[in-house]
């Protein structure tokens, strides 16, 4: 009998651990999409607004289409999700001000797209590329999408001398010194 009470005093507080995680899933979707759209928006803020015109190489997409693919992206993505496909106009922007504007609406749009439940993460959803695909995965692959287009606003921004909202804090320098 004590050895049972002994097993039961170590298995309670791990099962009960596990089941205060409410909705695990969606949470973890939800913050790195948060972390991501946190970092997409406040590096299109610190650009000046001459730096929205700037092109790596004349291949490039500008600072300000990649801005604008970013918006109208996210807003397709989770617009889809909540049940309506929308576009935040983004291409057609010119201003920093106005693609602002446009992320922050994708942003508000995400923000309802990933408060969800890990029950309802699995349902089924259209209107993307590819078929049907659960919310998660739908979600999951807007978060990678959008964090690749922060990767390029980073080099965008470093190139203009400017220091990408993740790299904040560390001297400017990113990982590893560099």
């Known amino acids: 009998m004590r050895r049972f009470s002994i097993v039961l005093t170590c298995l309670i507080p791990g099962c009960m651990a596990l089941y205060s995680q409410t909705d695990p899933l969606s949470t973890e979707a ?46 397709g993505a989770c617009s889809g999700v909540n049940g309506e496909r ?21 942003q508000a749009e995400c923000e309802k797209a990933y408060t969800l ?25 807007n978060t990678v999408h959008i964090e690749h287009e922060y990767a390029q606003m980073a080099v965008h921004l470093r190139v203009k001398g400017v220091v990408p909202p993740s790299s904040e804090g560390r001297g400017g320098m990113g990982r590893g010194g560099r």
């Open 117 to 141: 439940t890990d029950a309802k993460a699995v349902e089924m959803v259209t209107g993307g590329r590819g078929g049907p695909r659960s919310r998660l995965s739908t979600l999951w692959g």
């Open 30 to 75: 939800k913050q790195a999409w948060t972390r991501t759209m946190a970092n997409v928006v406040a590096g299109a803020e610190k650009m000046p607004e001459d730096g929205y015109a700037y092109k790596p190489t004349p291949e490039s997409m500008s600072f300000r289409e990649i801005v604008a693919h970013t918006a109208d992206s996210a807003m």
């Open 86 to 106: 929308k576009s935040a106009g983004a291409a057609q922007m010119q201003t920093k001000a106005e693609l602002i504007g446009a992320l922050k609406a994708a």
